[in-house]
C-alpha cells in the first residue's frame, strides 16, 4: 500500500469529517468540564488549553500513527506526512513578521471590538463559561496558581506542541 491508496480511499465526506471532528471532540470536553471548572474558580481557557493536551493531540496524532501502521506496517510518521518541501530562507524573514503583526493587530484590535458585537447580538443564548475572553477580562479573580498553569499550558499547548500537531495532522 502506498500513500497514494491511503489518499485515493480519502472521500471529501471523510475530509469534512476529519477537519471538523477535533474541533467537536474539543468543544465537547469544553462542555463537560468548563461548567464545574468554573465553579472551583478555574477558567475556560485552562479547560481549552487542557482539551488540547488530551483531545487534540492525542486523537490526531493517534490518527496519523494508524494510518502509519497501514502503510508501514509498525506505528510510523513514515510516508504519512506529505508536503514536506523547504521553503526559501528569506520567506522567514518576510511572512513572519507580517503574520505576527497581523495576529497582534487582529488580537489588540479588531478582536476587542468584533467579539462584544457577536457574543450580545448573535451568541447570547450561550453560558458565560462558553467565552475563553473571561481569562483576560477576570484575571485577577483567579488564583495565582491558576494563572501560572494556564500560561504555562497555553505556551505549551497552544502555542507550541498543538500547532505543530495541527501542521502534521492537515499535511497527513
Not at 487534540?56 to 500513527?65: M, R, S, T, W
Not at 462584544?116 to 463559561?129: A, D, E, G, V, Y
Not at 497552544?158 to 500547532?163: E, K
Request: hydrophobic share 60%; aromatic share 16%.
Amino acid at each position: 500500500m502506498k500513500v497514494l491508496d491511503l489518499v485515493d480511499d480519502h472521500s471529501v465526506l471523510r475530509s469534512i469529517v476529519l477537519s471538523l471532528l477535533p474541533g467537536v471532540l474539543i468543544l465537547l470536553f469544553l462542555m463537560l468540564f468548563a461548567p464545574p471548572a468554573n465553579h472551583l474558580g478555574i477558567s475556560s481557557t485552562l479547560v481549552i488549553f487542557t482539551a488540547i493536551a488530551v483531545v487534540l493531540v492525542p486523537f490526531e496524532l493517534g490518527y496519523l500513527l494508524i494510518l502509519g501502521r497501514k502503510l508501514n506496517g509498525r506505528f510510523s510518521l513514515k510516508g504519512i506526512i506529505l508536503f514536506q518541501e523547504k521553503i526559501p530562507i528569506w520567506q522567514f524573514f518576510v511572512f513572519i513578521p507580517l503574520l505576527l503583526l497581523w495576529t497582534i493587530f487582529s488580537f489588540a484590535v479588531v478582536s476587542p471590538r468584533m467579539d462584544p458585537f457577536f457574543i450580545n447580538n448573535f451568541f447570547t443564548w450561550l453560558p458565560h463559561w462558553f467565552f475563553a475572553n473571561g481569562l483576560t477580562q477576570n484575571g485577577s479573580q483567579n488564583p495565582k496558581a491558576v494563572l501560572v498553569l494556564t500560561i504555562i499550558l497555553g505556551f505549551v499547548f497552544n502555542g507550541l506542541i498543538g500547532p505543530i500537531v495541527e501542521e502534521l495532522y492537515f499535511r497527513g
